[in-house]
Each structure stands twice: as structure tokens, then as C-alpha cells.
């Protein structure tokens, strides 16, 4: 199984309450928008995942421990965070597998209708 990746596309330090350890200094708010890789492609989907970490006392805070105030403040930051648009490039396997399929294509085509003969 392939573990999902992903690229940061914001930090945001949060002046807001650690509902763990109520330091007003520690909490940074992380975006990450998901790329998938392989032999044949790379590419970037509009996935976009967040996370939230308090520097202060290392510990991840997940949303159930948000209060009001944190969860305005994240709705807001995801509003401001705009992802990268979705792409796709291929690799130089990729580039030959569809080569060679097209190239076999064309073949079947010139044998199917009697252009070309063996």
C-alpha cells in the first residue's frame, strides 16, 4: 500500500488558547494539499487536508478539542488558503507507454482495414 503524500501550503501561527496546556503562543495551524507519484505520472489534487499542532507543550490538536474561537479562526484560514491547481505531468515510462500503445493502435487500424498485410 502507497502512504498518501503531501506538500505544505501554509503555516499559520494562531494567537489562540491550547485547549491542552492554555498557552496563547504555541499554536500553528498547517495546510497540506495531497500529490500522488508513480512510474508513469505525478500529479497535484485539490485534496487539501489541515492540521493543528501546539509548539508549547507538543501536542496535536485535533478538532474535537477546538473551541469556538479556534474553530472561526480555521474557518477563516481555510477561506484564506488557496490551493495549487490540480495538474498532472508525465514521466519519461509514461511517455513511452503511451507512445507505444498509440504506435500499436495505428497498426491494428492499417491491418484491420488491409492497408497493411503480413
Known amino acids: 500500500m502507497k502512504l498518501q503524500q503531501y506538500f505544505t501550503l501554509k503555516e ?17 495551524l498547517t495546510f497540506k494539499q495531497k500529490f500522488v507519484e508513480n512510474l508513469f505520472y505525478k500529479a497535484i489534487t485539490l485534496d ?3 492540521e493543528m499542532r501546539c509548539n508549547t507543550c507538543d501536542t496535536d490538536i485535533f478538532p474535537v478539542r477546538w473551541t469556538n474561537d479556534i474553530e ?39 491491418f484491420s482495414t488491409g492497408i497493411l498485410s503480413f
Open 48 to 50: 487539501t487536508v489541515h
Open 12 to 28: 499559520v501561527q494562531l494567537n489562540n488558547n491550547c485547549p491542552e496546556c492554555y498557552s496563547n503562543d504555541g499554536l500553528e
Open 72 to 110: 472561526q479562526v480555521v474557518d477563516y484560514q481555510k477561506r484564506a488558503v488557496t490551493p495549487k491547481p490540480k495538474s498532472l505531468k508525465l514521466k519519461k515510462a509514461g511517455l513511452v507507454f503511451v507512445i507505444i500503445d498509440l504506435l500499436l493502435l495505428v497498426a491494428i487500424i492499417l
